[in-house]
Nanobody
Framework: QVQLVESGGGLVQAGGSLRLSCAASGIMFRINAMGWYRQAPGNERELVAR???????NYADSVKGRFTISRDNTKSTVYLQMDSLKREDTAVYYCNADISAISSSPGRDYWGQGTQVTVSS
């Protein structure tokens, strides 16, 4: 019932910038939170940034001061602005959303298909 579509990944030089977008569509009573996770080969999937329905944000320590998460509630879209990119930021980035589809339903997790971000020196 809910689909997350990501865009904006690609190849960038170290020190450069990328902006990821994730649009949620389908039957949604409430979006409780949206965020971005990433996973590099051989590593565990880790939280990068998250934003709640009230606008509160949190970031992984490794990206604080470089990445900014924001949302457009009218479009059910979350963005991740990534500046001062480093080689260690290279990973597949996954959009995540905690969504209540109907008023009586608890929130549940939905995932995008992932978008590759590659940072070269």
């Amino acid at each position: 019932q809910v689909q997350l579509v990501e865009s904006g990944g690609g190849l960038v030089q170290a020190g450069g910038s990328l902006r990821l977008s994730c649009a949620a569509s389908g039957i949604m009573f409430r979006i409780n939170a949206m965020g971005w996770y990433r996973q590099a080969p051989g590593n565990e999937r880790e939280l990068v940034a998250r934003i709640t329905n009230s606008g509160d944000t949190n970031y992984a320590d490794s990206v604080k001061g470089r990445f900014t998460i924001s949302r457009d509630n009218t479009k059910s879209t979350v963005y991740l602005q990534m500046d001062s990119l480093k080689r260690e930021d290279t990973a597949v980035y996954y959009c995540n959303a905690d969504i209540s589809a109907i008023s009586s339903s608890p929130g549940r997790d939905y995932w995008g298909q992932g978008t590759q971000v590659t940072v070269s020196s």
